[in-house]
């Protein structure tokens, strides 16, 4: 019944399908196929994916699944150089935060390069595509793919915040969000180490995961149309609030797993948390 409803979803392009392989290992680190369409009831799977090769100093990597959503936590060292093959089927926006790794790799069919930089985010909609990453340094990033579906459930199709990136979605035509990729902030990184350490279970878990899915798309929105609005953050700031900012950064570099609260850190660095927010 199984692959019955498999062979139904490719046939009718129901479905999104994300594969990673790393040319030297025999087994992929990503190979996951679900329904685009994001159901509630559907069972959310969490896997450990564990792999081995003498010239890997270091892997990890937490993935989550259900229909119309695939996360991945992951963490790679080689002690050579190595090519990753990315490849995404279906319509899916693709939610990126790098916190380590800087690479350019080669998209299929399409002149753009997919650039990775550490401690950037961005945001993507995709009908699909194949690039080729060079990797000869650690690697560490937090992806999420969500099906064009789920998408629209966390957010308005009518909201003009995303009027341009919402006419690719229909245009079916491959882009990002901004051109100039996001900084990652210490509240997205709260965010994703909520998620990552929640321990709720069943609707609870589906409950609160769609909230933290949607509270850092509000971040990456409001970071990129900040980015087109230099002048807010530079008002905000004052004085030694540019040194206070940077150690709170220090901080969050030195245990990014488990970062202090927005509130605990705002405290340590003696800065409130809206600047701590905006800076």
């Known amino acids: 019944a199984l692959l019955k409803i498999g062979l139904f979803l490719y046939k009718n392009g129901l479905f999104m399908q994300v594969v990673s392989k790393i040319d030297i290992l025999d087994q992929p680190v990503c190979n996951k196929t679900v329904s685009d369409n994001y159901n509630v009831n559907s069972v959310l799977h969490e896997v450990e994916v564990s792999l081995e090769h003498a010239a890997l100093k270091e892997f990890r990597s937490r993935q989550l699944i259900t229909d119309g959503l695939i996360i991945l936590d992951t963490y790679m060292s080689f002690s050579e150089a190595v090519i990753d093959s990315y490849e995404i089927n279906g319509d899916c926006i693709v939610m990126d935060f790098v916190y380590e790794g800087n690479t350019i790799g080669d998209i299929e069919d399409s002149d753009c390069p997919m650039k990775i930089a550490p401690g950037t985010h961005s945001l993507m909609y995709t009908p699909g595509f194949k690039a080729k990453l060079p990797v000869d340094q650690p690697v560490n990033y937090y992806t999420i793919i969500l099906s064009t579906d789920l998408y629209f459930k966390l957010i308005s ?107 605990e850190l705002a405290r340590i660095v003696s800065l409130n948390e809206f600047k701590l927010k905006k800076g």
Request: charged content about 35%; some cysteine; hydrophobic content about 30%.
């Open 157 to 263: 199709h009518d909201l003009c915040l995303h009027t341009e990136f919402e006419h690719k979605i229909r245009s079916k035509e491959s882009g990002y969000f901004s051109e100039q990729h996001g900084t990652i902030s210490p509240q997205m990184k709260w965010v994703i180490n909520d998620i990552r350490n929640c321990k709720r279970e069943g609707g609870l878990k589906r409950l609160f995961l769609e909230a933290k899915l949607k509270e850092l798309l509000v971040l990456q929105l409001e970071d990129f149309k900040t980015k087109n609005e230099p002048e807010l953050t530079e008002s905000v700031l004052r004085g030694d609030d540019y040194e206070k900012l940077e150690e709170a950064k220090r901080i969050i570099e030195q245990d990014y797993v488990n970062p202090p609260s927005l509130g």
